[in-house]
């Protein structure tokens, strides 16, 4: 079945960077795009960023863009994103999640299946 | 960007009631509009998409309608297994894809 997990949370210091990963299975992961989603403590969600099937592509929320960059390595069917400059206003789990279009682009938006998540806190 | 506003915030209900969410837009997104229902501890699962679509697998009790900047998410008979909260999520004019502040579901 169709599968993600998430990895590389952990407790980060204000200004500092941090890499998850999202780890894919059981679908062809190149035909995708994918997306991160995030969820701070007790919030609701909030769309981080998508990247297209081949890479091409990238699209970022205002509140990461110019921080955080989502990239993917098709060969080892995962998917990035590269957090810097951290702040303590991106304390959230960090959710990838399928789309059921390739992001070829601007288009899409259905996610479906999320991983389980993986908790980033930003504290000093 | 468009922006997603959903009431209540929260409910109340008992077991057999039909509920009713609604989620408005700030502007015509068509039917370009998901619900997602996310019990606690868990990531979200996409119940409906289209703003009408019943995703495989999920109740039929499970319904959307509205087309435009007003849809509606209902639950016909609400079961204790149904708690939790659901969102909206509008995926026209992107990026960014934008969601509802969310409906916690609670049983009376």
């Known amino acids: 079945q169709v599968q993600l997990v998430e990895s590389g949370g952990g407790v980060v210091q204000p200004g500092r960077s941090l890499r998850l990963s999202c780890a894919a299975s059981g679908f062809t992961f190149s035909n995708y795009g994918i997306h991160w989603v995030r969820q701070a403590p007790g919030k609701g969600l909030e769309w981080v960023a998508v990247i297209s099937y081949d890479g091409s592509n990238k699209y970022y929320a205002d509140s990461v863009k110019g921080r955080f960059t989502i990239s993917r390595d098709n060969s080892k069917n995962t998917l990035y994103l590269q957090m810097n400059s951290l702040r303590a206003e991106d304390t959230a789990v960090y959710y990838c999640?399928?789309?059921?279009?390739?992001?070829?682009?601007?288009?899409?938006?259905?996610?479906?299946?999320w991983g389980q998540g993986t908790l980033v806190t930003v504290s000093s | 960007d468009i922006q997603m506003t959903q009431s209540p915030s929260s409910l109340s209900a008992s077991v057999g009631d039909r509920v009713t969410i609604t989620c408005q837009a700030s502007q015509d997104i068509r039917n370009c509009l998901n619900w997602y229902q996310q019990k606690p501890g868990k990531p979200p699962k996409l119940l409906i998409s289209?703003?009408?679509n019943l995703e495989t697998g999920v109740p039929s009790r499970f319904s959307g309608s509205g087309s435009g900047t007003d849809f509606t998410f209902t639950i016909s008979s609400l079961q204790p297994e149904d708690i939790a909260t659901y969102y909206c999520?509008?995926?026209?004019?992107?990026?960014?894809?934008?969601f509802g502040q969310g409906t916690r579901l609670e049983i009376k």
């Open positions: 289209d703003a009408s």
């Open positions: 999520q509008q995926y026209d004019n992107v990026p960014p894809i934008t």
């Open positions: 999640a399928k789309d059921v279009v390739r992001w070829a682009g601007p288009y899409g938006g259905w996610f479906d299946p």
